[in-house]
């Protein structure tokens, strides 16, 4: 079980930046998303998309943030525009899976950087 992320960096504020994660043997995927954990702060969610594609974003993200998935990939791609500092955090790719009909696994991926700062 695997997930690798990656598309992390340093952008100027104004800038846009593209994460993608890619799940490996991993089996009844359900939701796929992304969260963050700013300095100092607490792990967030950012957003999430269901295996049919209902989304869900943090207030702070609608209408910057985007996210969409590849179901044949295993794929969930975040792309982010209008970058501001407090954007500034590590993002973790995240998924859950259907276990058996009662119990759901999450899995997290490694977490990639993202600064934004002049």
């Known amino acids: 079980v695997q997930l690798q992320a990656s598309g992390g960096g340093l952008v100027q504020p104004g800038g846009s930046l593209r994460l993608s994660c890619a799940a490996w043997n991993i089996r009844n995927i359900n939701d796929m998303g992304w969260y963050r954990q700013p300095p100092g702060k607490q792990r967030e969610l950012v957003a999430m998309?269901?295996?049919?594609?209902?989304?869900n974003y943090a207030d702070s993200v609608k209408g910057r943030f985007t996210i969409s998935r590849d179901n044949t990939k295993n794929t969930v791609d975040l792309q982010m525009s209008s970058l501001k500092p407090e954007d500034t955090a590590v993002y973790y790719c995240?998924?859950?899976?259907?276990?058996?009909?009662?119990?759901?696994?999450?899995?997290w991926g490694q977490g990639t950087l993202v600064t934004v700062s002049s």
């Open positions: 995240n998924v859950k899976a259907r276990y058996t009909a009662v119990v759901m696994n999450t899995y």
């Open positions: 998309i269901s295996s049919g594609g209902n989304t």
